[in-house]
C-alpha cells in the first residue's frame, strides 16, 4: 500500500510539474506537449487513487507475485 501512495504523490507532483512547464513554455508546442503530459499524468493518478481506494475497502484481492 506505500508503494502505491508513492506511485500516487509522484504522479501528483509530475502532473503538477508538467502544468507549470506548460504555463511558462513560450514554445505553442511545448505548452501543448506539457499540457497533454499533465493531463495523462492526472488520469494515472485519479486510476492509482481508486486502486487505493479498492484496496482499503477490500474490493481488490492481492495478486501472487509472478
Known amino acids: 500500500?506505500?508503494?502505491l501512495r508513492e506511485q500516487?504523490?509522484?504522479l501528483r507532483t509530475?502532473?503538477?510539474e508538467c502544468k507549470l512547464i506548460s504555463d511558462l513554455a513560450a514554445d505553442?508546442?511545448?505548452q501543448e506537449l506539457f499540457a497533454r503530459l499533465a493531463e495523462h499524468l492526472s488520469i494515472l493518478?485519479?486510476?492509482v487513487e481508486q486502486a487505493i481506494a479498492a484496496?482499503?475497502?477490500g474490493d481488490v484481492t492481492e495478486r501472487p507475485e509472478r
Request: charged share 35%; hydrophobic share 40%.
Open 45 to 47: 493518478a485519479s486510476e
Open 1 to 3: 500500500m506505500k508503494d
Open 14 to 16: 509530475g502532473a503538477f
Open 28 to 30: 505553442l508546442e511545448k
Open 8 to 10: 500516487l504523490e509522484q
Open 55 to 57: 484496496n482499503v475497502s
